[in-house]
C-alpha cells in the first residue's frame, strides 16, 4: 500500500535517509524506532508530500507520490503531530473547523465523538476549553480521537501517548491493534507490546 524505494535525503550536507526502503501492507501496524535525529518524523513528512526526497520514490496504493498525487495521497491520510495547534481556540470550534474541511464532509464526522471522548476518558466539559488550556495528555487524546474521526484508511500518529498514564497508553495500543486501517507510528515509549507491530529499526 505504501512503498519507499530507495530514498535518499540529507539537511544541509547531512545524510539522514540513506537508500532506504520500506513496504507496508493494508492494514499494517508499523512502529517505528530509532534514536532520535535519525528521521522518523522526516518519513512521515515525505510520505505526506512536504519533502520530497532528493533520490528515490514513494508509492501509495502504486501511485507514484508527485506534485499531482499528492493531494489525493493526503486525503487517505490522518496524522497526527507532535504539536497538536496551540490556536486559542475552544476545542468544539477546532472539531467544527476540521468536520467542515471538504474531505471530511461527506463522513458523519461528529457520529462517534461521544462514545470516543468516553472510551479515552475524556469528558464532555473539554468540548468548551480553551486547546492551549488542555494537559498534554488531553490534547494527545484529543489529536487521537479527531484522527480517528475523519475516518481515513491510514493513521500517522507521532508521539501521541508519551504523555499518558500507563493504562490509557494500553488503551490506545488495543485500538491501534484492533483497527482495520494502516497505522504508522512513532514513538519513545518502551510499553508497546511487540506482538501487536512490526517494528521497522533502522
Ligand atoms: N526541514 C529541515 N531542515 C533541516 N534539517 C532538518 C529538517 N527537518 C529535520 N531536520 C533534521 O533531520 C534530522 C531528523 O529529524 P527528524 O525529526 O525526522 O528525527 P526523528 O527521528 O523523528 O527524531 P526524534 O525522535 O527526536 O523526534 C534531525 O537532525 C533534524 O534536525
Not at 505526506?48 to 487517505?76: A, C, N, V
Not at 495547534?85 to 477546532?94: A, P, Q
Not at 518502551?190 to 521497522?200: A, G, L, P, Q
Amino acid at each position: 500500500m505504501i512503498r519507499f524505494e530507495d530514498v535518499c535525503l540529507s539537511f544541509g550536507g547531512k545524510t539522514i535517509l540513506d537508500n532506504f526502503s520500506l513496504e507496508i501492507e493494508a492494514g499494517e501496524k508499523i512502529l517505528l524506532n530509532a534514536p532520535s535525529g535519525r528521521g522518523k518524523s522526516t518519513l512521515i513528512k515525505l510520505l505526506l508530500g512536504f519533502i520530497r526526497p532528493q533520490r528515490g520514490s514513494i508509492y501509495y496504493k502504486g501511485k507514484k507520490l508527485t506534485g499531482e498525487s499528492i493531494h489525493s495521497i493526503r486525503r487517505d491520510i490522518a496524522w497526527v503531530n507532535q504539536d497538536i495547534t496551540l490556536r486559542k481556540l475552544k476545542v468544539d470550534e477546532l472539531l467544527k473547523e476540521v468536520g467542515d474541511f471538504s474531505a471530511n464532509r461527506n463522513i458523519n464526522f461528529f457520529g462517534r465523538l461521544d462514545e470516543l471522548l468516553e472510551e479515552f476518558a475524556l469528558s464532555r466539559e473539554i468540548l468548551h476549553k480553551n486547546i492551549d488550556k488542555l494537559s498534554g495528555g488531553e490534547r494527545q487524546r484529543l489529536g487521537l480521537i479527531i484522527a480517528i474521526l475523519m475516518d481515513r484508511e491510514v493513521l500517522l500518529l507521532d508521539e501521541v501517548t508519551s504523555s499518558l498514564d500507563a493504562a490509557m497508553k494500553r488503551k490506545v495500543e488495543e485500538w491501534i491493534a484492533s483497527t482495520h486501517k494502516t497505522v504508522i507510528l512513532i514513538s519513545h515509549d518502551s510499553h508497546w507490546n511487540t506482538d501487536n507491530f512490526r517494528v521497522v529499526r533502522w
